[in-house]
């Protein structure tokens, strides 16, 4: 079956950094998204990560590695806006997106 | 830009009767539409998946007859919830892709249905 794995919860402190981590398995690879969700509110795209290594987009970077068949998605000088879910979806290889659970990020001041 | 609008943000209905969801794409064509559900603390589950002029694609356990999908024009899906129960109650989400951006969705604010 297909399967994605995320925390569901951490916890971090503002102006700190924090990972987040992901690991998949799905029927085929058409690359790997990142999306934040505020709560009551639909997801926001993040990245898109299709070939291996590190995109770097201000202060949030996301990383990938198929053989290993994970991600994660790193957050910089955190923000008290940056609490949030943050969800990790896989597109198979029907280009369908697989969903994570989400990972709830609460941040303390 | 790629917006896509919903409409209502937030209805309440009794038990028996149906709702009707819209979900529109503002400044592009929208070859595909999927209709998402959210139930709370859990992640998107993809209820259908349509295409304009063509018979919407349900996920398996999705009861068809309960949730009417129309995708009637290019920037125009609605999702109607039939004889609506309580255990219907969700954030149902849409989103949709240009034609010419496979890979990435575009998400509707999403639409809060309480049946009462």
């Known amino acids: ?109 | 830009g790629a917006v896509v609008s919903q409409h209502p943000s937030r209805v309440i209905c009794k038990s028996g009767t149906s709702v009707k969801i819209e979900c529109r794409s503002l400044d592009f064509q929208a070859t595909t539409m999927f209709w998402y559900r959210q139930f709370p603390k859990q992640s998107l589950m993809l209820m259908a998946t349509s295409n304009e002029g063509s018979k919407a694609t349900y996920e398996q356990g999705v009861e068809k007859d309960k949730f009417l999908i129309n995708h009637a024009s290019l920037t125009l899906s609605t999702l109607t919830v039939t004889s609506a129960h309580p255990e219907d109650s969700s954030f149902y989400i849409c989103s949709a892709r240009k034609g010419t951006d496979f890979y990435e969705q575009y998400f509707g604010p999403g639409t809060r249905l309480t049946v009462t």
């Not at chain 1, 990938?64 to 806006?81: P, W």
């Open chain 1, 1 to 109: 079956g297909q399967n994605i794995d995320q925390p569901t919860e951490m916890t971090a402190t503002e102006g700190a950094i924090v990972q987040i981590n992901c690991t998949y398995q799905t029927s085929g690879f058409n690359g790997l998204f990142w999306y934040q969700q505020h709560a009551g509110e639909a997801p926001t795209f993040l990245s898109y990560n299709v070939l291996d290594g590190l995109e770097e987009k201000g202060r949030f970077s996301s990383f990938l590695s198929r053989s290993k068949g994970y991600s994660y998605l790193l957050l910089k000088e955190l923000q008290m806006k940056d609490s949030a879910s943050y969800l990790c979806a896989v597109m198979d290889s029907n280009y369908q997106l697989i969903w994570g659970a989400g990972t709830k990020l609460i941040i303390k001041p």
